[in-house]
Every structure is written in C-alpha cells, then in structure tokens.
C-alpha cells in the first residue's frame, strides 16, 4: 500500500523561475537601455502602492478572505507531489482488495492513503454510509474546496486590478511635488522620472505576481477537484463491488474526458 503522502509538498520551480525570468528581463532591459537601478528604487512609490493596494484590497474583501488568500500562497509557490495516474494506480490496489475481501477490508489501510479526500471517502464507505449519502457529501466538500479556493483567488484578482490605478496614484502625487519646484528647472526632469516610478510598481506588481497569483490558485483548485473526483468514482466503484478491471477501465476514461475537456474550453475562451 501506498504511505500517507498528504500534505507532502515540493517547490514549483515554474513559479520562482518565471518571478526571475520578468524580473531579470525588465531590469536587464533598463540596463540595455543605458538606465539606472537606482533609478526604479523609490521607497516612498513602494509605500504608496504597497499600502495603498492593501487598503483597497481589506476594503472590497471580507477579512477572513484575505486571510484565506494569504494562506494560499503556499499553494503559488508550492505543488502537490502527486498526479492523477499514480492515484489512480492507488485505487486499484484498494479496489482489488475490496473486491476479494469486502469494502471492511480497508478500514485499516485506508489510513495509509496517500489523499486525504480519498481516506475519507473510504472510511465513509467502510462505516456503511448510504452511496448516494456519500456522494453528495463528498461531492459537496468538492463544491466547499473550489468555491474557498476561488475566494482567496479573488483577493488577489483585485489587488491586481487596484494597484496600477494606485501607482497612478503615486505618480500624480510625485507631479505635484514637481510642480511645487519649477524655479528649480534642473529638477524637474529628474522629479517626473521619480514620479513615474509608482506607476512602475503598479502595473508590474500587477502583472507580475498579483494577477498570476490568481490564476495558479484557480489552477491548483482545478488539478485538486480533478483529484478528488477521479477518487470518489473510484471509491464509487469499490462500493458497487465493480471488476478492478471496470474500474481502471473508467478512472482512464475519466482522465481522458479530463484532459480533452480542458483542451476544449482552452479553445472556446480562445475563439471567444
């Protein structure tokens, strides 16, 4: 059987690389561009933007989801270590057992399950739990995880789209300044270019992180709803005393329909 893998986690290494990879393209660009790094160090356009965003973001957002949203970062730089055709493979060796012994058979290995849905979902069959009952639990804890996952994405989505209007913001208070120092011409070119620094902050703290913090979230929520579904067919099959064979047969069709029908939605937004 497999080992309690759940909550075993590992870097995602697309996340940090893609962090340098825009970071380091835009600073090289500015170096190419004979510039400065200096020239985009502006604490006072951080404060403005960092702070201002923040207030925006505590405004539009119910508190404990902006708890949530700051505990799913863990899921933006992290992955599960574990993939839909292992768990599969993982039911099977349940299923088989099931089958030979009875569904009572895996109350004690069901404890050594690599997923926690999937622990549950077979504790809940082992305890005697009506299929129909146990599917509409389950399925409901599915609903539950998405909709808590889409929440915290939320937080971050506005945050991406108020912060570029702060940097605005930020730049139109550093004009003011300018203004108020004209006598000084000398001065002038270099305040507008510190002015334009919040604007900087804005739109790539933006586009940067916030927006595709987002997005890997509703990822991570999709991957792990895929997850849990292909278990609880599983699990399904295990109660319906269903042919290992059967059940394989159906998990790979699953993944299948899965996979094509992510591949078709692609294409709608697409040609949308």
């Not at 404890?111 to 077979?122: P, Y």
């Not at 082992?126 to 129909?132: A, K, N, R, S």
Request: glycine letters at 10%.
């Amino acid at each position: 059987m497999a080992g309690d893998k759940t909550g075993s986690t590992r870097p995602d290494f697309a996340t940090f690389i893609g962090i340098m990879l825009s970071v380091c393209g835009i600073v090289g660009g500015l170096i190419l561009e004979k510039g400065n790094v200096k020239d985009i160090i502006q604490y006072t356009a951080a404060i403005i933007v960092g702070g201002g965003t923040a207030g925006a973001v505590l405004v539009t957002c119910p508190l404990k989801n902006v708890i949530s949203a700051i505990a799913h970062l863990k899921v933006v730089f992290f992955e599960r270590a574990m993939d839909p055709a292992s768990l599969m493979e993982e039911i099977i060796i349940y299923a088989t057992k099931a089958r030979k012994q009875g569904i009572v058979s895996l109350e004690q290995d069901a404890e050594h399950a690599s997923d926690r849905f999937l622990r549950k979902a077979i504790n809940l069959a082992v305890d005697g739990t009506d299929l129909e009952e146990l599917k509409s639990m389950m399925e409901l804890e599915i609903d539950q995880e998405e909709q808590y996952a889409e929440d915290a994405a939320k937080v971050w989505e506005s945050g991406g789209g108020y912060s570029p209007t702060i940097g605005i913001i930020g730049a139109i208070l550093g004009l003011i300044q300018v203004m108020k120092n004209l006598q000084n011409i000398g001065e002038v070119g270099r305040g507008i270019a510190v002015a334009f620094v919040a604007t900087v902050y804005g739109v790539a703290i933006a586009n940067l992180f916030l927006l595709p913090a987002a997005s890997k979230i509703r990822a991570r929520a999709a991957g792990d709803s895929k997850l849990h579904e292909l278990a609880l067919e599983g699990v399904v099959g295990m109660v319906e005393g269903s042919n290992p064979k059967m059940i394989r047969a159906k998990l790979e069709a699953y993944l299948h329909g899965a996979k094509q029908g992510a591949q078709n939605r692609r294409q709608e937004r697409a040609a949308a």
